[in-house]
């Protein structure tokens, strides 16, 4: 027999060995403290002198006692509040919540075309993700980058509490008015209850690798510490480019970001809520490109993962590929991420809507990564206990060989909770899809199409529905036929 050709599979439940989890976050410990972290933060930079830390310019070195004391006082348990209280989520350790993306740019069209995201754009995107019940928590999928910089993040805060009562993302620390507006409370209660743990918003904090930390981010890591924003610790060190061409080597400078801005949060806010970044990617040498949908981000995601839970942290990761348009590509990578995530157990799952590893979005890609994360959900979940088993025995006795189920007063009673039925995947025979004949793209767009028209703004205040909708004008304005249906 040839055997050449065969795989011998290795494959273990868990990505790293405890020996491996132990070399990484030894390797963290002597990276923080004989390397440090370049802040460009003056005030972070300040608190760590007063600390007696070592400050060599703008870089700081972390001491393991410093470290231990900051994880000790992170929070992985908090109630991330909404406007509607029935969409509030309740994180832990043991939850997975999932949302749209952040940021792109471009938005592709059912026509295939990519051009500048607008306002128009964001508005639509944020009604499908309060249409969806997949999409636990809506955000900024696209950026306005045409929109004057005075009025758009101002537009984007406004314009999720008004189109959506689910729990929204802080871009900016300007924007805490705004929600504090959105949700009918002060600043002070902001603090007070971020004091009982709960957050009004979260926000994500990205690290430069490698091994430093912006002005802007560590301002924007302060304004939301300060007022109890859950933070998503977000370093994403490629592989072969921002981080050492070996995936022990890139977790390690992903720990040592992360694990950096987590010290630096806890300093302003003791008990702030973070997720442990988890996806930091590949790099194609070929294009010298991040790569975010192949199989090396994907064990270095469980590996990342796996360390939070080392860590007793939250984790983050995120929904995303490299295809450029919504086709196999996407869909595989997209899926293969999904379940990757929910295998791995972690706890926020945001990227829904995007393509072209950030640069773009599209609203059927939106769509059809919500029926994703239904298979990944039912995917995850146990095969149910025996309660029933001795009936289900009792079952396959009765009918005998060459009986059947289909009629069974059994299969009736549970076909709805045992089987999944996706909304959009067909599963007919080749002559009634032939009476269609529409490819899975072209269903998507329809049902997008479809929920926007059937679109209704949640029950909002009239007063605040005024307020906002100042906010919201620019993004309105740009196509407001389009905006307003």
């Not at 006082?73 to 997975?96: I, Q």
């Not at 959506?164 to 929600?179: A, N, R, T, Y």
């Not at 990564?369 to 979940?381: G, H, I, N, Q, V």
Request: charged residues 20%; aromatic residues 8%.
């Amino acid at each position: 027999m040839n055997t050449h050709n065969l795989y011998v599979n290795t494959a273990h439940l868990s990505p790293l060995t405890e020996q491996q989890v132990n070399q990484i976050h030894h390797a963290t410990l002597q990276i923080l403290e004989e390397t440090g972290i370049w802040v460009g933060n003056e005030t972070l930079l300040e608190m760590a002198r007063c600390r007696g830390l070592c400050v060599d310019g703008q870089k700081i070195c972390f001491t393991e006692a410093v470290l231990e004391e900051a994880l000790s006082t992170a929070a992985n348990a908090f109630t991330l509040k909404a406007r509607n209280p029935e969409n509030d989520l309740k994180f832990a350790l043991d939850v997975t919540a999932v949302g749209m993306g952040r940021s792109a740019p471009f938005i592709m069209t059912p026509e295939g075309n990519r051009r500048n995201a607008t306002g128009a754009d964001f508005l639509e995107l944020m009604k499908l993700g309060q249409s969806l019940n997949a999409i636990q928590m809506p955000g900024p999928l696209v950026f306005p980058e045409k929109m004057a910089q005075e009025d758009v993040y101002a537009f984007m805060m406004a314009a999720q509490v008004r189109y959506s009562d689910k729990p929204c993302h802080l871009s900016k620390g300007e924007d805490l008015k705004i929600l504090c507006m959105a949700m009918g409370i002060t600043v002070d209660t902001l603090k007070k209850d971020a004091d009982k743990g709960i957050s009004y918003a979260q926000t994500t904090v990205n690290s430069l690798s490698p091994l430093a930390l912006t002005s802007g981010q560590g301002q924007l890591l302060i304004d939301a510490a300060e007022h109890g924003i859950a933070i998503c610790l977000s370093p994403t060190p490629a592989t072969g480019s921002t981080g050492p061409c070996s995936l022990m080597g890139n977790l390690i400078l992903n720990n040592c970001e992360t694990l950096g801005m987590l010290i630096l949060s806890q300093w302003v806010r003791p008990g702030l809520p973070v997720f442990y970044g988890a996806f930091p990617s590949a790099s194609d040498m070929r294009t010298m490109s991040a790569t975010y949908g192949g199989p090396e981000s994907r064990k270095m995601e469980l590996a990342s993962a796996l360390m939070a839970k080392h860590y007793n942290l939250l984790s983050r990761s995120n929904v995303n590929n490299d295809a450029q348009v919504c086709d196999f590509q996407a869909g595989a990578e997209s899926m293969f991420n999904l379940v990757t995530a929910f295998q791995g157990q972690v706890n926020f799952i945001p990227g829904c809507g995007h393509l072209a590893s950030f640069a773009a979005a599209s609203q059927a890609k939106l769509i059809l990564d919500a029926e994703l994360t239904e298979y990944a959900r039912y995917f995850a979940k146990p095969i149910p206990g025996s309660d029933s088993l001795d009936e289900t025995i009792k079952l396959i006795q009765e009918t005998g060989p060459r009986g059947k189920y289909v009629t069974s007063f059994h299969t009736f009673s549970h076909f709805r909770e045992v089987l999944h039925h996706p909304d959009l995947f067909p599963r007919v025979s080749h002559d009634k899809w032939c009476k269609g004949r529409k490819s899975l793209q072209a269903d998507a767009q329809h049902k997008a199409d479809h929920l926007l028209e059937a679109y209704q703004q949640p029950p909002i205040d009239k007063d605040l529905d005024r307020r906002l909708a100042k906010f919201c004008e620019p993004g309105l304005g740009e196509n407001s036929c389009e905006a307003d249906r």
